[in-house]
Structure formats: C-alpha cells, structure tokens
C-alpha cells in the first residue's frame, strides 16, 4: 500500500479508443495557461495479461487517424471555453 504523504498519480483528462488504441489527452499548466498533450497507446494481451505499447503495424494506423481527430478537435474545442 502506498503512503498517505504520496501525491495521487496524473490521469489524462479525456481518453478516446477505437478498437485497441487509446488517446489519453493530457492537462499541463503553464505561464500562458493550460496546454494540452496527447499520448497513443496500443494495448494487447499476452499470457501475462494486458500490456501496453507505443508501436503501431499498418493494420493499427485507421485506428491511430481516428482516436487523433478526435483528440484534436477536443484540444481545440477547449480553446472556444
């Protein structure tokens, strides 16, 4: 079990999935204000269970231009708030 004095791990303020792949956007604050990052993943499982990864086969690239639009027009509606 964790320490109480710990601080509780980040987690991406908005998660977009198509089929196995993941965009997590994340929220940073800096001097101009608030910033966003995007971070793919690929999830597969193996005897060990889930694992995730940042590589991507032709076959995973639809799926990356999908959760990427989203994340984009997201991002963007943020700046209109």
Request: net charge positive.
């Amino acid at each position: 079990m964790a320490p109480h004095d710990q601080q509780p791990k980040p987690q991406p303020v908005e998660k977009f999935k198509c089929s196995s792949i993941t965009a997590s956007i994340w929220k940073n604050e800096g001097e101009k204000g608030a910033f966003y990052n995007v971070t793919i993943t690929r999830s597969y499982k193996t005897a060990d269970g889930w694992k995730r990864s940042d590589s991507f086969s032709l076959n995973d690239l639809e799926a990356v231009t999908v959760v990427l639009g989203h994340a984009k027009l997201w991002i963007t509606e943020q700046a209109w708030k």
